[in-house]
């Protein structure tokens, strides 16, 4: 029994990181898979969100802390509001710089914008505390779910021991909730925008961008608004990462797993399709927990495991590719549904 | 209607379009011929925003457009094909067309996401104009197909649907006939026609079928080399000197 608890709990902390690579692939979705926008900097939105997150609805710096700012307690929807407000004004003011340039500027400036945010959440430690990360981050209702279950199970001392154990571990259930609405909602409202004349705009820009400008449509205009949009949701996805595990530091935010991830998650769901986007997240993620059950068993340094875990990703990208050239699910014939029916 | 005076746009060395001065009056079809390299895709890559000229001035409808980019004129009511046709290939036929319209209300974000009725209320009349447009082109059973799918000459008449979209007041057909099956030629004059005298649509088109230019357009204009070298009607054009010389050595033969 302790075993299936175990196993449980396992999945449980998978599902809630699997969904909020979810909500990046979904960004990401909107950006590469409509737009064509190549955002490689992925990791930057996200951590933006975390970091806005943590400092809107985390508490104020304590004793030991090298941070000076933020911290202000806020509820967490409006930690939440302000990490995809604060990730769409990174994304406004990159997207005008540079989306009417050639594309590849986009790129380079995405890149660009990742790696001085993490070389800012490292040694800006007045706002970020540095290398030694963000702590205490509030989970929502973590308090009222807790003591709730501490009552249940002083009431009921003759419980057996796996069900104390699973019950003990009842708010990452109240999470994973949570998460899941927050996926739902997203992709609907996704789904809604895209699936319309506006998403069409966005497929005819990706497809031939000279074409679309004849068509009459303000390329630039469309291209910042499917930018900003995607990179909203990116920082949303980072709070709902930050209020899960409750500290930020700057190793989540290495373009490993904010960024290379997301891509291979949204061409082997599907690029350009939004359930593709969120089967890839889940899919690529149970892969790559997978990898690391099959590198612990060889007789290798952490790095080097690592490295052979990318590997194993790309090749199993590839595979997927080879047999399904447009991701598991790939794009549906008609942009818009608004026509039919 | 459009007037083009002094253009010239220089690639390197090469002088594609050189000191061009010509007008296209309301509710003609005129056209614009010459040998293969005079300029006259430029011309209208010049005319439509996708180049800046070098020198000169472009007015349409009374207004100094030189320079402006490609979607503002659009909606000013100036459209163009492409010689090489661009189609949306990851988009169906039906899509590709449903897209041109302007000034959409299904265009602006909010607007699926908040009004959904009014959006789908548009998407059925735009699903009925595209598949009348098709039905005159004569793509309709093709209306579900990938656009990249579909063969040259069909992808021409591709653009000519989107033109009739568009509904501009000034369109600018690059090599309409191109590809499209000889016996479809015809039906292709009837159509550029109708679109002209049904729907008050001035015409302004490359061709390099003389047989088309001869029955379809008047005035003719005449390229060589970046300049404009004659303009008048058919008959006139054909039997000019002139024109016959820049032609000759060329592949085309004024008959
Ligand atoms: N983007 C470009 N860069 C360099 N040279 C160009 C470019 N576009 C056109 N040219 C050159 O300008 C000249 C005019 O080309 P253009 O395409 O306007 O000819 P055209 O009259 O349309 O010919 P055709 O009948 O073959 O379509 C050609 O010599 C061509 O090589
Ligand atoms: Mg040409």
Same mark, same amino acid.
């Given at each position: 029994m302790d075993v299936l608890v175990g196993i449980l709990n396992y999945l449980l902390f998978f599902s809630i990181t699997a969904g909020v690579y979810a909500v990046l692939a979904l960004g990401l979705n909107v950006q590469w898979g409509y737009t064509g926008l190549f955002n490689i900097g992925v990791a930057g939105f996200y951590a933006v969100g975390a970091y806005t997150s943590a400092l809107v609805s985390g508490p104020p710096p304590g004793a030991l802390d090298w941070r000076v700012f933020g911290g202000w307690g806020l509820p967490f929807p409006m930690g939440f509001a302000a990490a995809g407000v604060v990730a769409a004004l990174v994304a406004l003011l990159i997207g005008w710089i540079t989306i009417r340039l050639k594309e590849d500027y986009l790129a380079i400036a995405t890149i660009g914008i990742a790696e001085v945010l993490r070389l800012i959440i490292k040694n800006e430690a007045w706002l970020t505390n540095g290398v030694w990360g963000l702590k205490n981050i509030p989970s929502p209702w973590f308090q009222p779910v807790q003591s709730g279950v501490t009552a249940f199970l002083a009431a009921r001392p003759q419980l057996p021991g796996w069900l104390v154990s699973l019950l003990k571990g009842a708010y990452s259930w109240v999470y994973l909730g949570l998460l899941a609405a927050v996926i739902l909602a997203l992709y609907f409202l996704v789904e809604r925008a895209l699936r319309s004349p506006w998403g069409r705009v966005l497929r005819a820009i990706r497809e031939d961008e000279v074409a679309a400008a004849a068509q009459g449509k303000n390329v630039a205009a469309f291209k910042l608004q499917a930018f900003v949009l995607g990179s909203a949701i990116m920082g949303l996805a980072g709070s709902l990462y930050a209020h899960y595990a409750r500290y930020l530091s700057v190793e989540k935010f290495e373009p490993l797993y904010g960024t290379f991830i997301v891509w291979v998650m949204l061409v082997a769901g599907g690029a350009g399709n939004n359930k593709g986007a969120i089967l890839g997240a889940f899919l690529i993620w149970g892969l790559w927990a997978g990898t690391d059950f099959l590198t612990g068993y060889l007789p290798l340094s952490d790095v080097r495991a690592s490295a052979l875990r990318v590997v194993l990703i790309g090749v199993l990208l590839v595979g997927i590719l080879l047999v399904r050239p447009r991701g598991i699910l790939g794009e549906e014939k008609f942009v818009s549904r608004l026509f039919k029916g | 209607m459009l007037a083009i005076e002094g253009v010239s746009k220089r690639f390197g060395g090469l002088w594609a379009v050189r000191d061009c001065s010509l007008t296209v009056e309301q509710g003609t079809i005129t056209g614009l011929i010459g040998p293969n390299g005079a300029g006259k895709t430029t011309l209208f890559h010049i005319i439509t925003g996708f180049y800046r000229p070098d020198r000169g001035r472009i007015t349409f409808r009374g207004e100094d +457009?030189? *320079?402006?980019s490609p979607f503002r004129l659009f909606h000013k009511g100036l459209y163009r094909t492409f010689q090489i046709p661009r189609a949306f290939p990851e988009m169906t036929v039906l899509e590709n067309l449903m897209l041109v319209p302007g000034n959409q209300c299904g265009e602006l974000l909010w607007n699926p996401i908040f009004c959904p009725r009014r959006v789908r209320k548009e998407e059925r009349l735009l699903l009925r104009r595209a598949q009348e447009v098709l039905e005159f082109v004569g793509l309709a059973p093709l209306a579900g197909a990938l656009a990249g799918t579909l063969s040259g000459g069909q992808k021409k008449l591709l653009e000519l649907a989107r033109a009739l979209m568009a509904q501009p007041k000034l369109v600018l057909l690059?090599?309409? *006939?191109? *590809? +499209?099956n000889p016996t479809l030629m015809n039906k292709l004059a009837a159509r550029i026609r109708q679109l002209a005298q049904g729907f008050g649509v001035t015409v302004f088109l490359i061709e390099h079928d003389m047989d088309l230019v001869m029955n379809l357009c008047d005035p003719v204009i005449v390229m060589s080399e970046g300049r404009v070298l004659t303009q008048g009607a058919p008959a006139q054009v054909r039997t000019d000197p002139r024109v016959i010389e820049a032609y000759l050595g060329g592949q085309y033969a004024v008959a």
């Open positions: - | +457009v030189t *320079g402006q690059d090599e309409p *006939g191109a *590809g +499209v």
